[in-house]
């Protein structure tokens, strides 16, 4: 359903999307990740017709965005992340201008507003100034407006940013419908864990590339142990002294101070070395005062990637040829 092929985009020297490429099964919830300037919005404006790549290309239901933006936008839907309303214009009024717009009619436009405020909840606010609701409120309008002519496609831009823990689950129960209905969603954003839950995979980007595509439960596998053990150790004498015993310690890191001692983390999902490392914290006089196993979460797995990616490149081994044998 979403095809970006080698999609460039350069602000002068700046390249902002620098070779991205990605396909989106019909139907699938995928989540776009990336830190502040990583080139997330420059992709989704680029994919909703907003902007023109310098180069590459994206074709959205087998139309190409540049060559036929019309006919993907009549499939897409767009959330951007900063939504303006009108003033002196009321939900029901606003919805209404944007069915127009869109070339509803009559009873159909009326249902189709109606249908859209269901969904979204906002019926019971059909009279209230637009510009006047909560955050999670117009988030929901917002949503509404890139329903309005039921795409396939939705691409939505930090949806959840600003929302407090009950929009952000009202949102979430709302793309877990919309991906129920088979539609195929995009959703950028910060809050991984929560992409985690309801995305079919994860797309990572950085500097303008994408670093990974995988599902959660597999990245969170990737690289390093998907499971550790987090052990909160006390000390007799000065706590600094755990660094050293920690440098001395396989599979074992600080992962800060506390007062009189230390948050330790063993490094790995081996019951025998977790078992070897608490056994010698207790012959070597280390307070243990509680351990749990911890999961993985999928900011740390984000992270190893970058940190992968930024290792420096060991020097190429230069290429000896033997000498040639002698002229005979
Ligand atoms: P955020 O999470 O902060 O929204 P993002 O991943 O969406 O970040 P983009 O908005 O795509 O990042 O920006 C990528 C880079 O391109 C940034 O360095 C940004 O400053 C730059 N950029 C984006 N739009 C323009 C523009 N119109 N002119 C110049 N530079 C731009």
Known sequence: MISVENLHRSFGDLKAVDGVSFTIDSGRVVGFVGANGAGKTTTMRIMATLDHPSSGRVVLGGHNVVHHPAKARRILGWMPDSFGTYEHMTVLEYLDFYARALGYRGKERLARVQEVMDFTDLTPLADRMSNKMSKGQTQRLCLGRALLHDPQVLIMDEPA??????????????????????????????????????????????????????DADTLKRSGQNEQTTIVNVEVAGDPRALQNWALTAAHVKILDETKRGARLCIDSADEQIVAGV???????????????????????????????????????????????????
């Open 161 to 214: 940013a600003g929302l407090d823990p009950k929009a952000r689950i009202e949102l979430k129960n709302l793309i877990r419908i919309l991906s129920q209905e088979g539609r195929t969603i995009l959703i950028s954003s910060h809050i991984l864990s929560e992409l985690g839950e309801m995305c079919d995979s994860l797309l990572f980007i950085d500097k303008g590339r994408i670093v990974h595509h995988g």
């Open 278 to 328: 608490l056994r010698r914290l207790v012959t070597d006089q280390i307070l243990v005062l509680d351990f749990h196993r911890e999961e993985r979460r999928l900011e740390d797995a984000f992270v190893d990637i970058l940190a992968d990616l930024n290792k420096p490149k060991p020097p190429p081994v230069p290429v000896v040829l033997p000498p040639p044998p002698p002229a005979v």
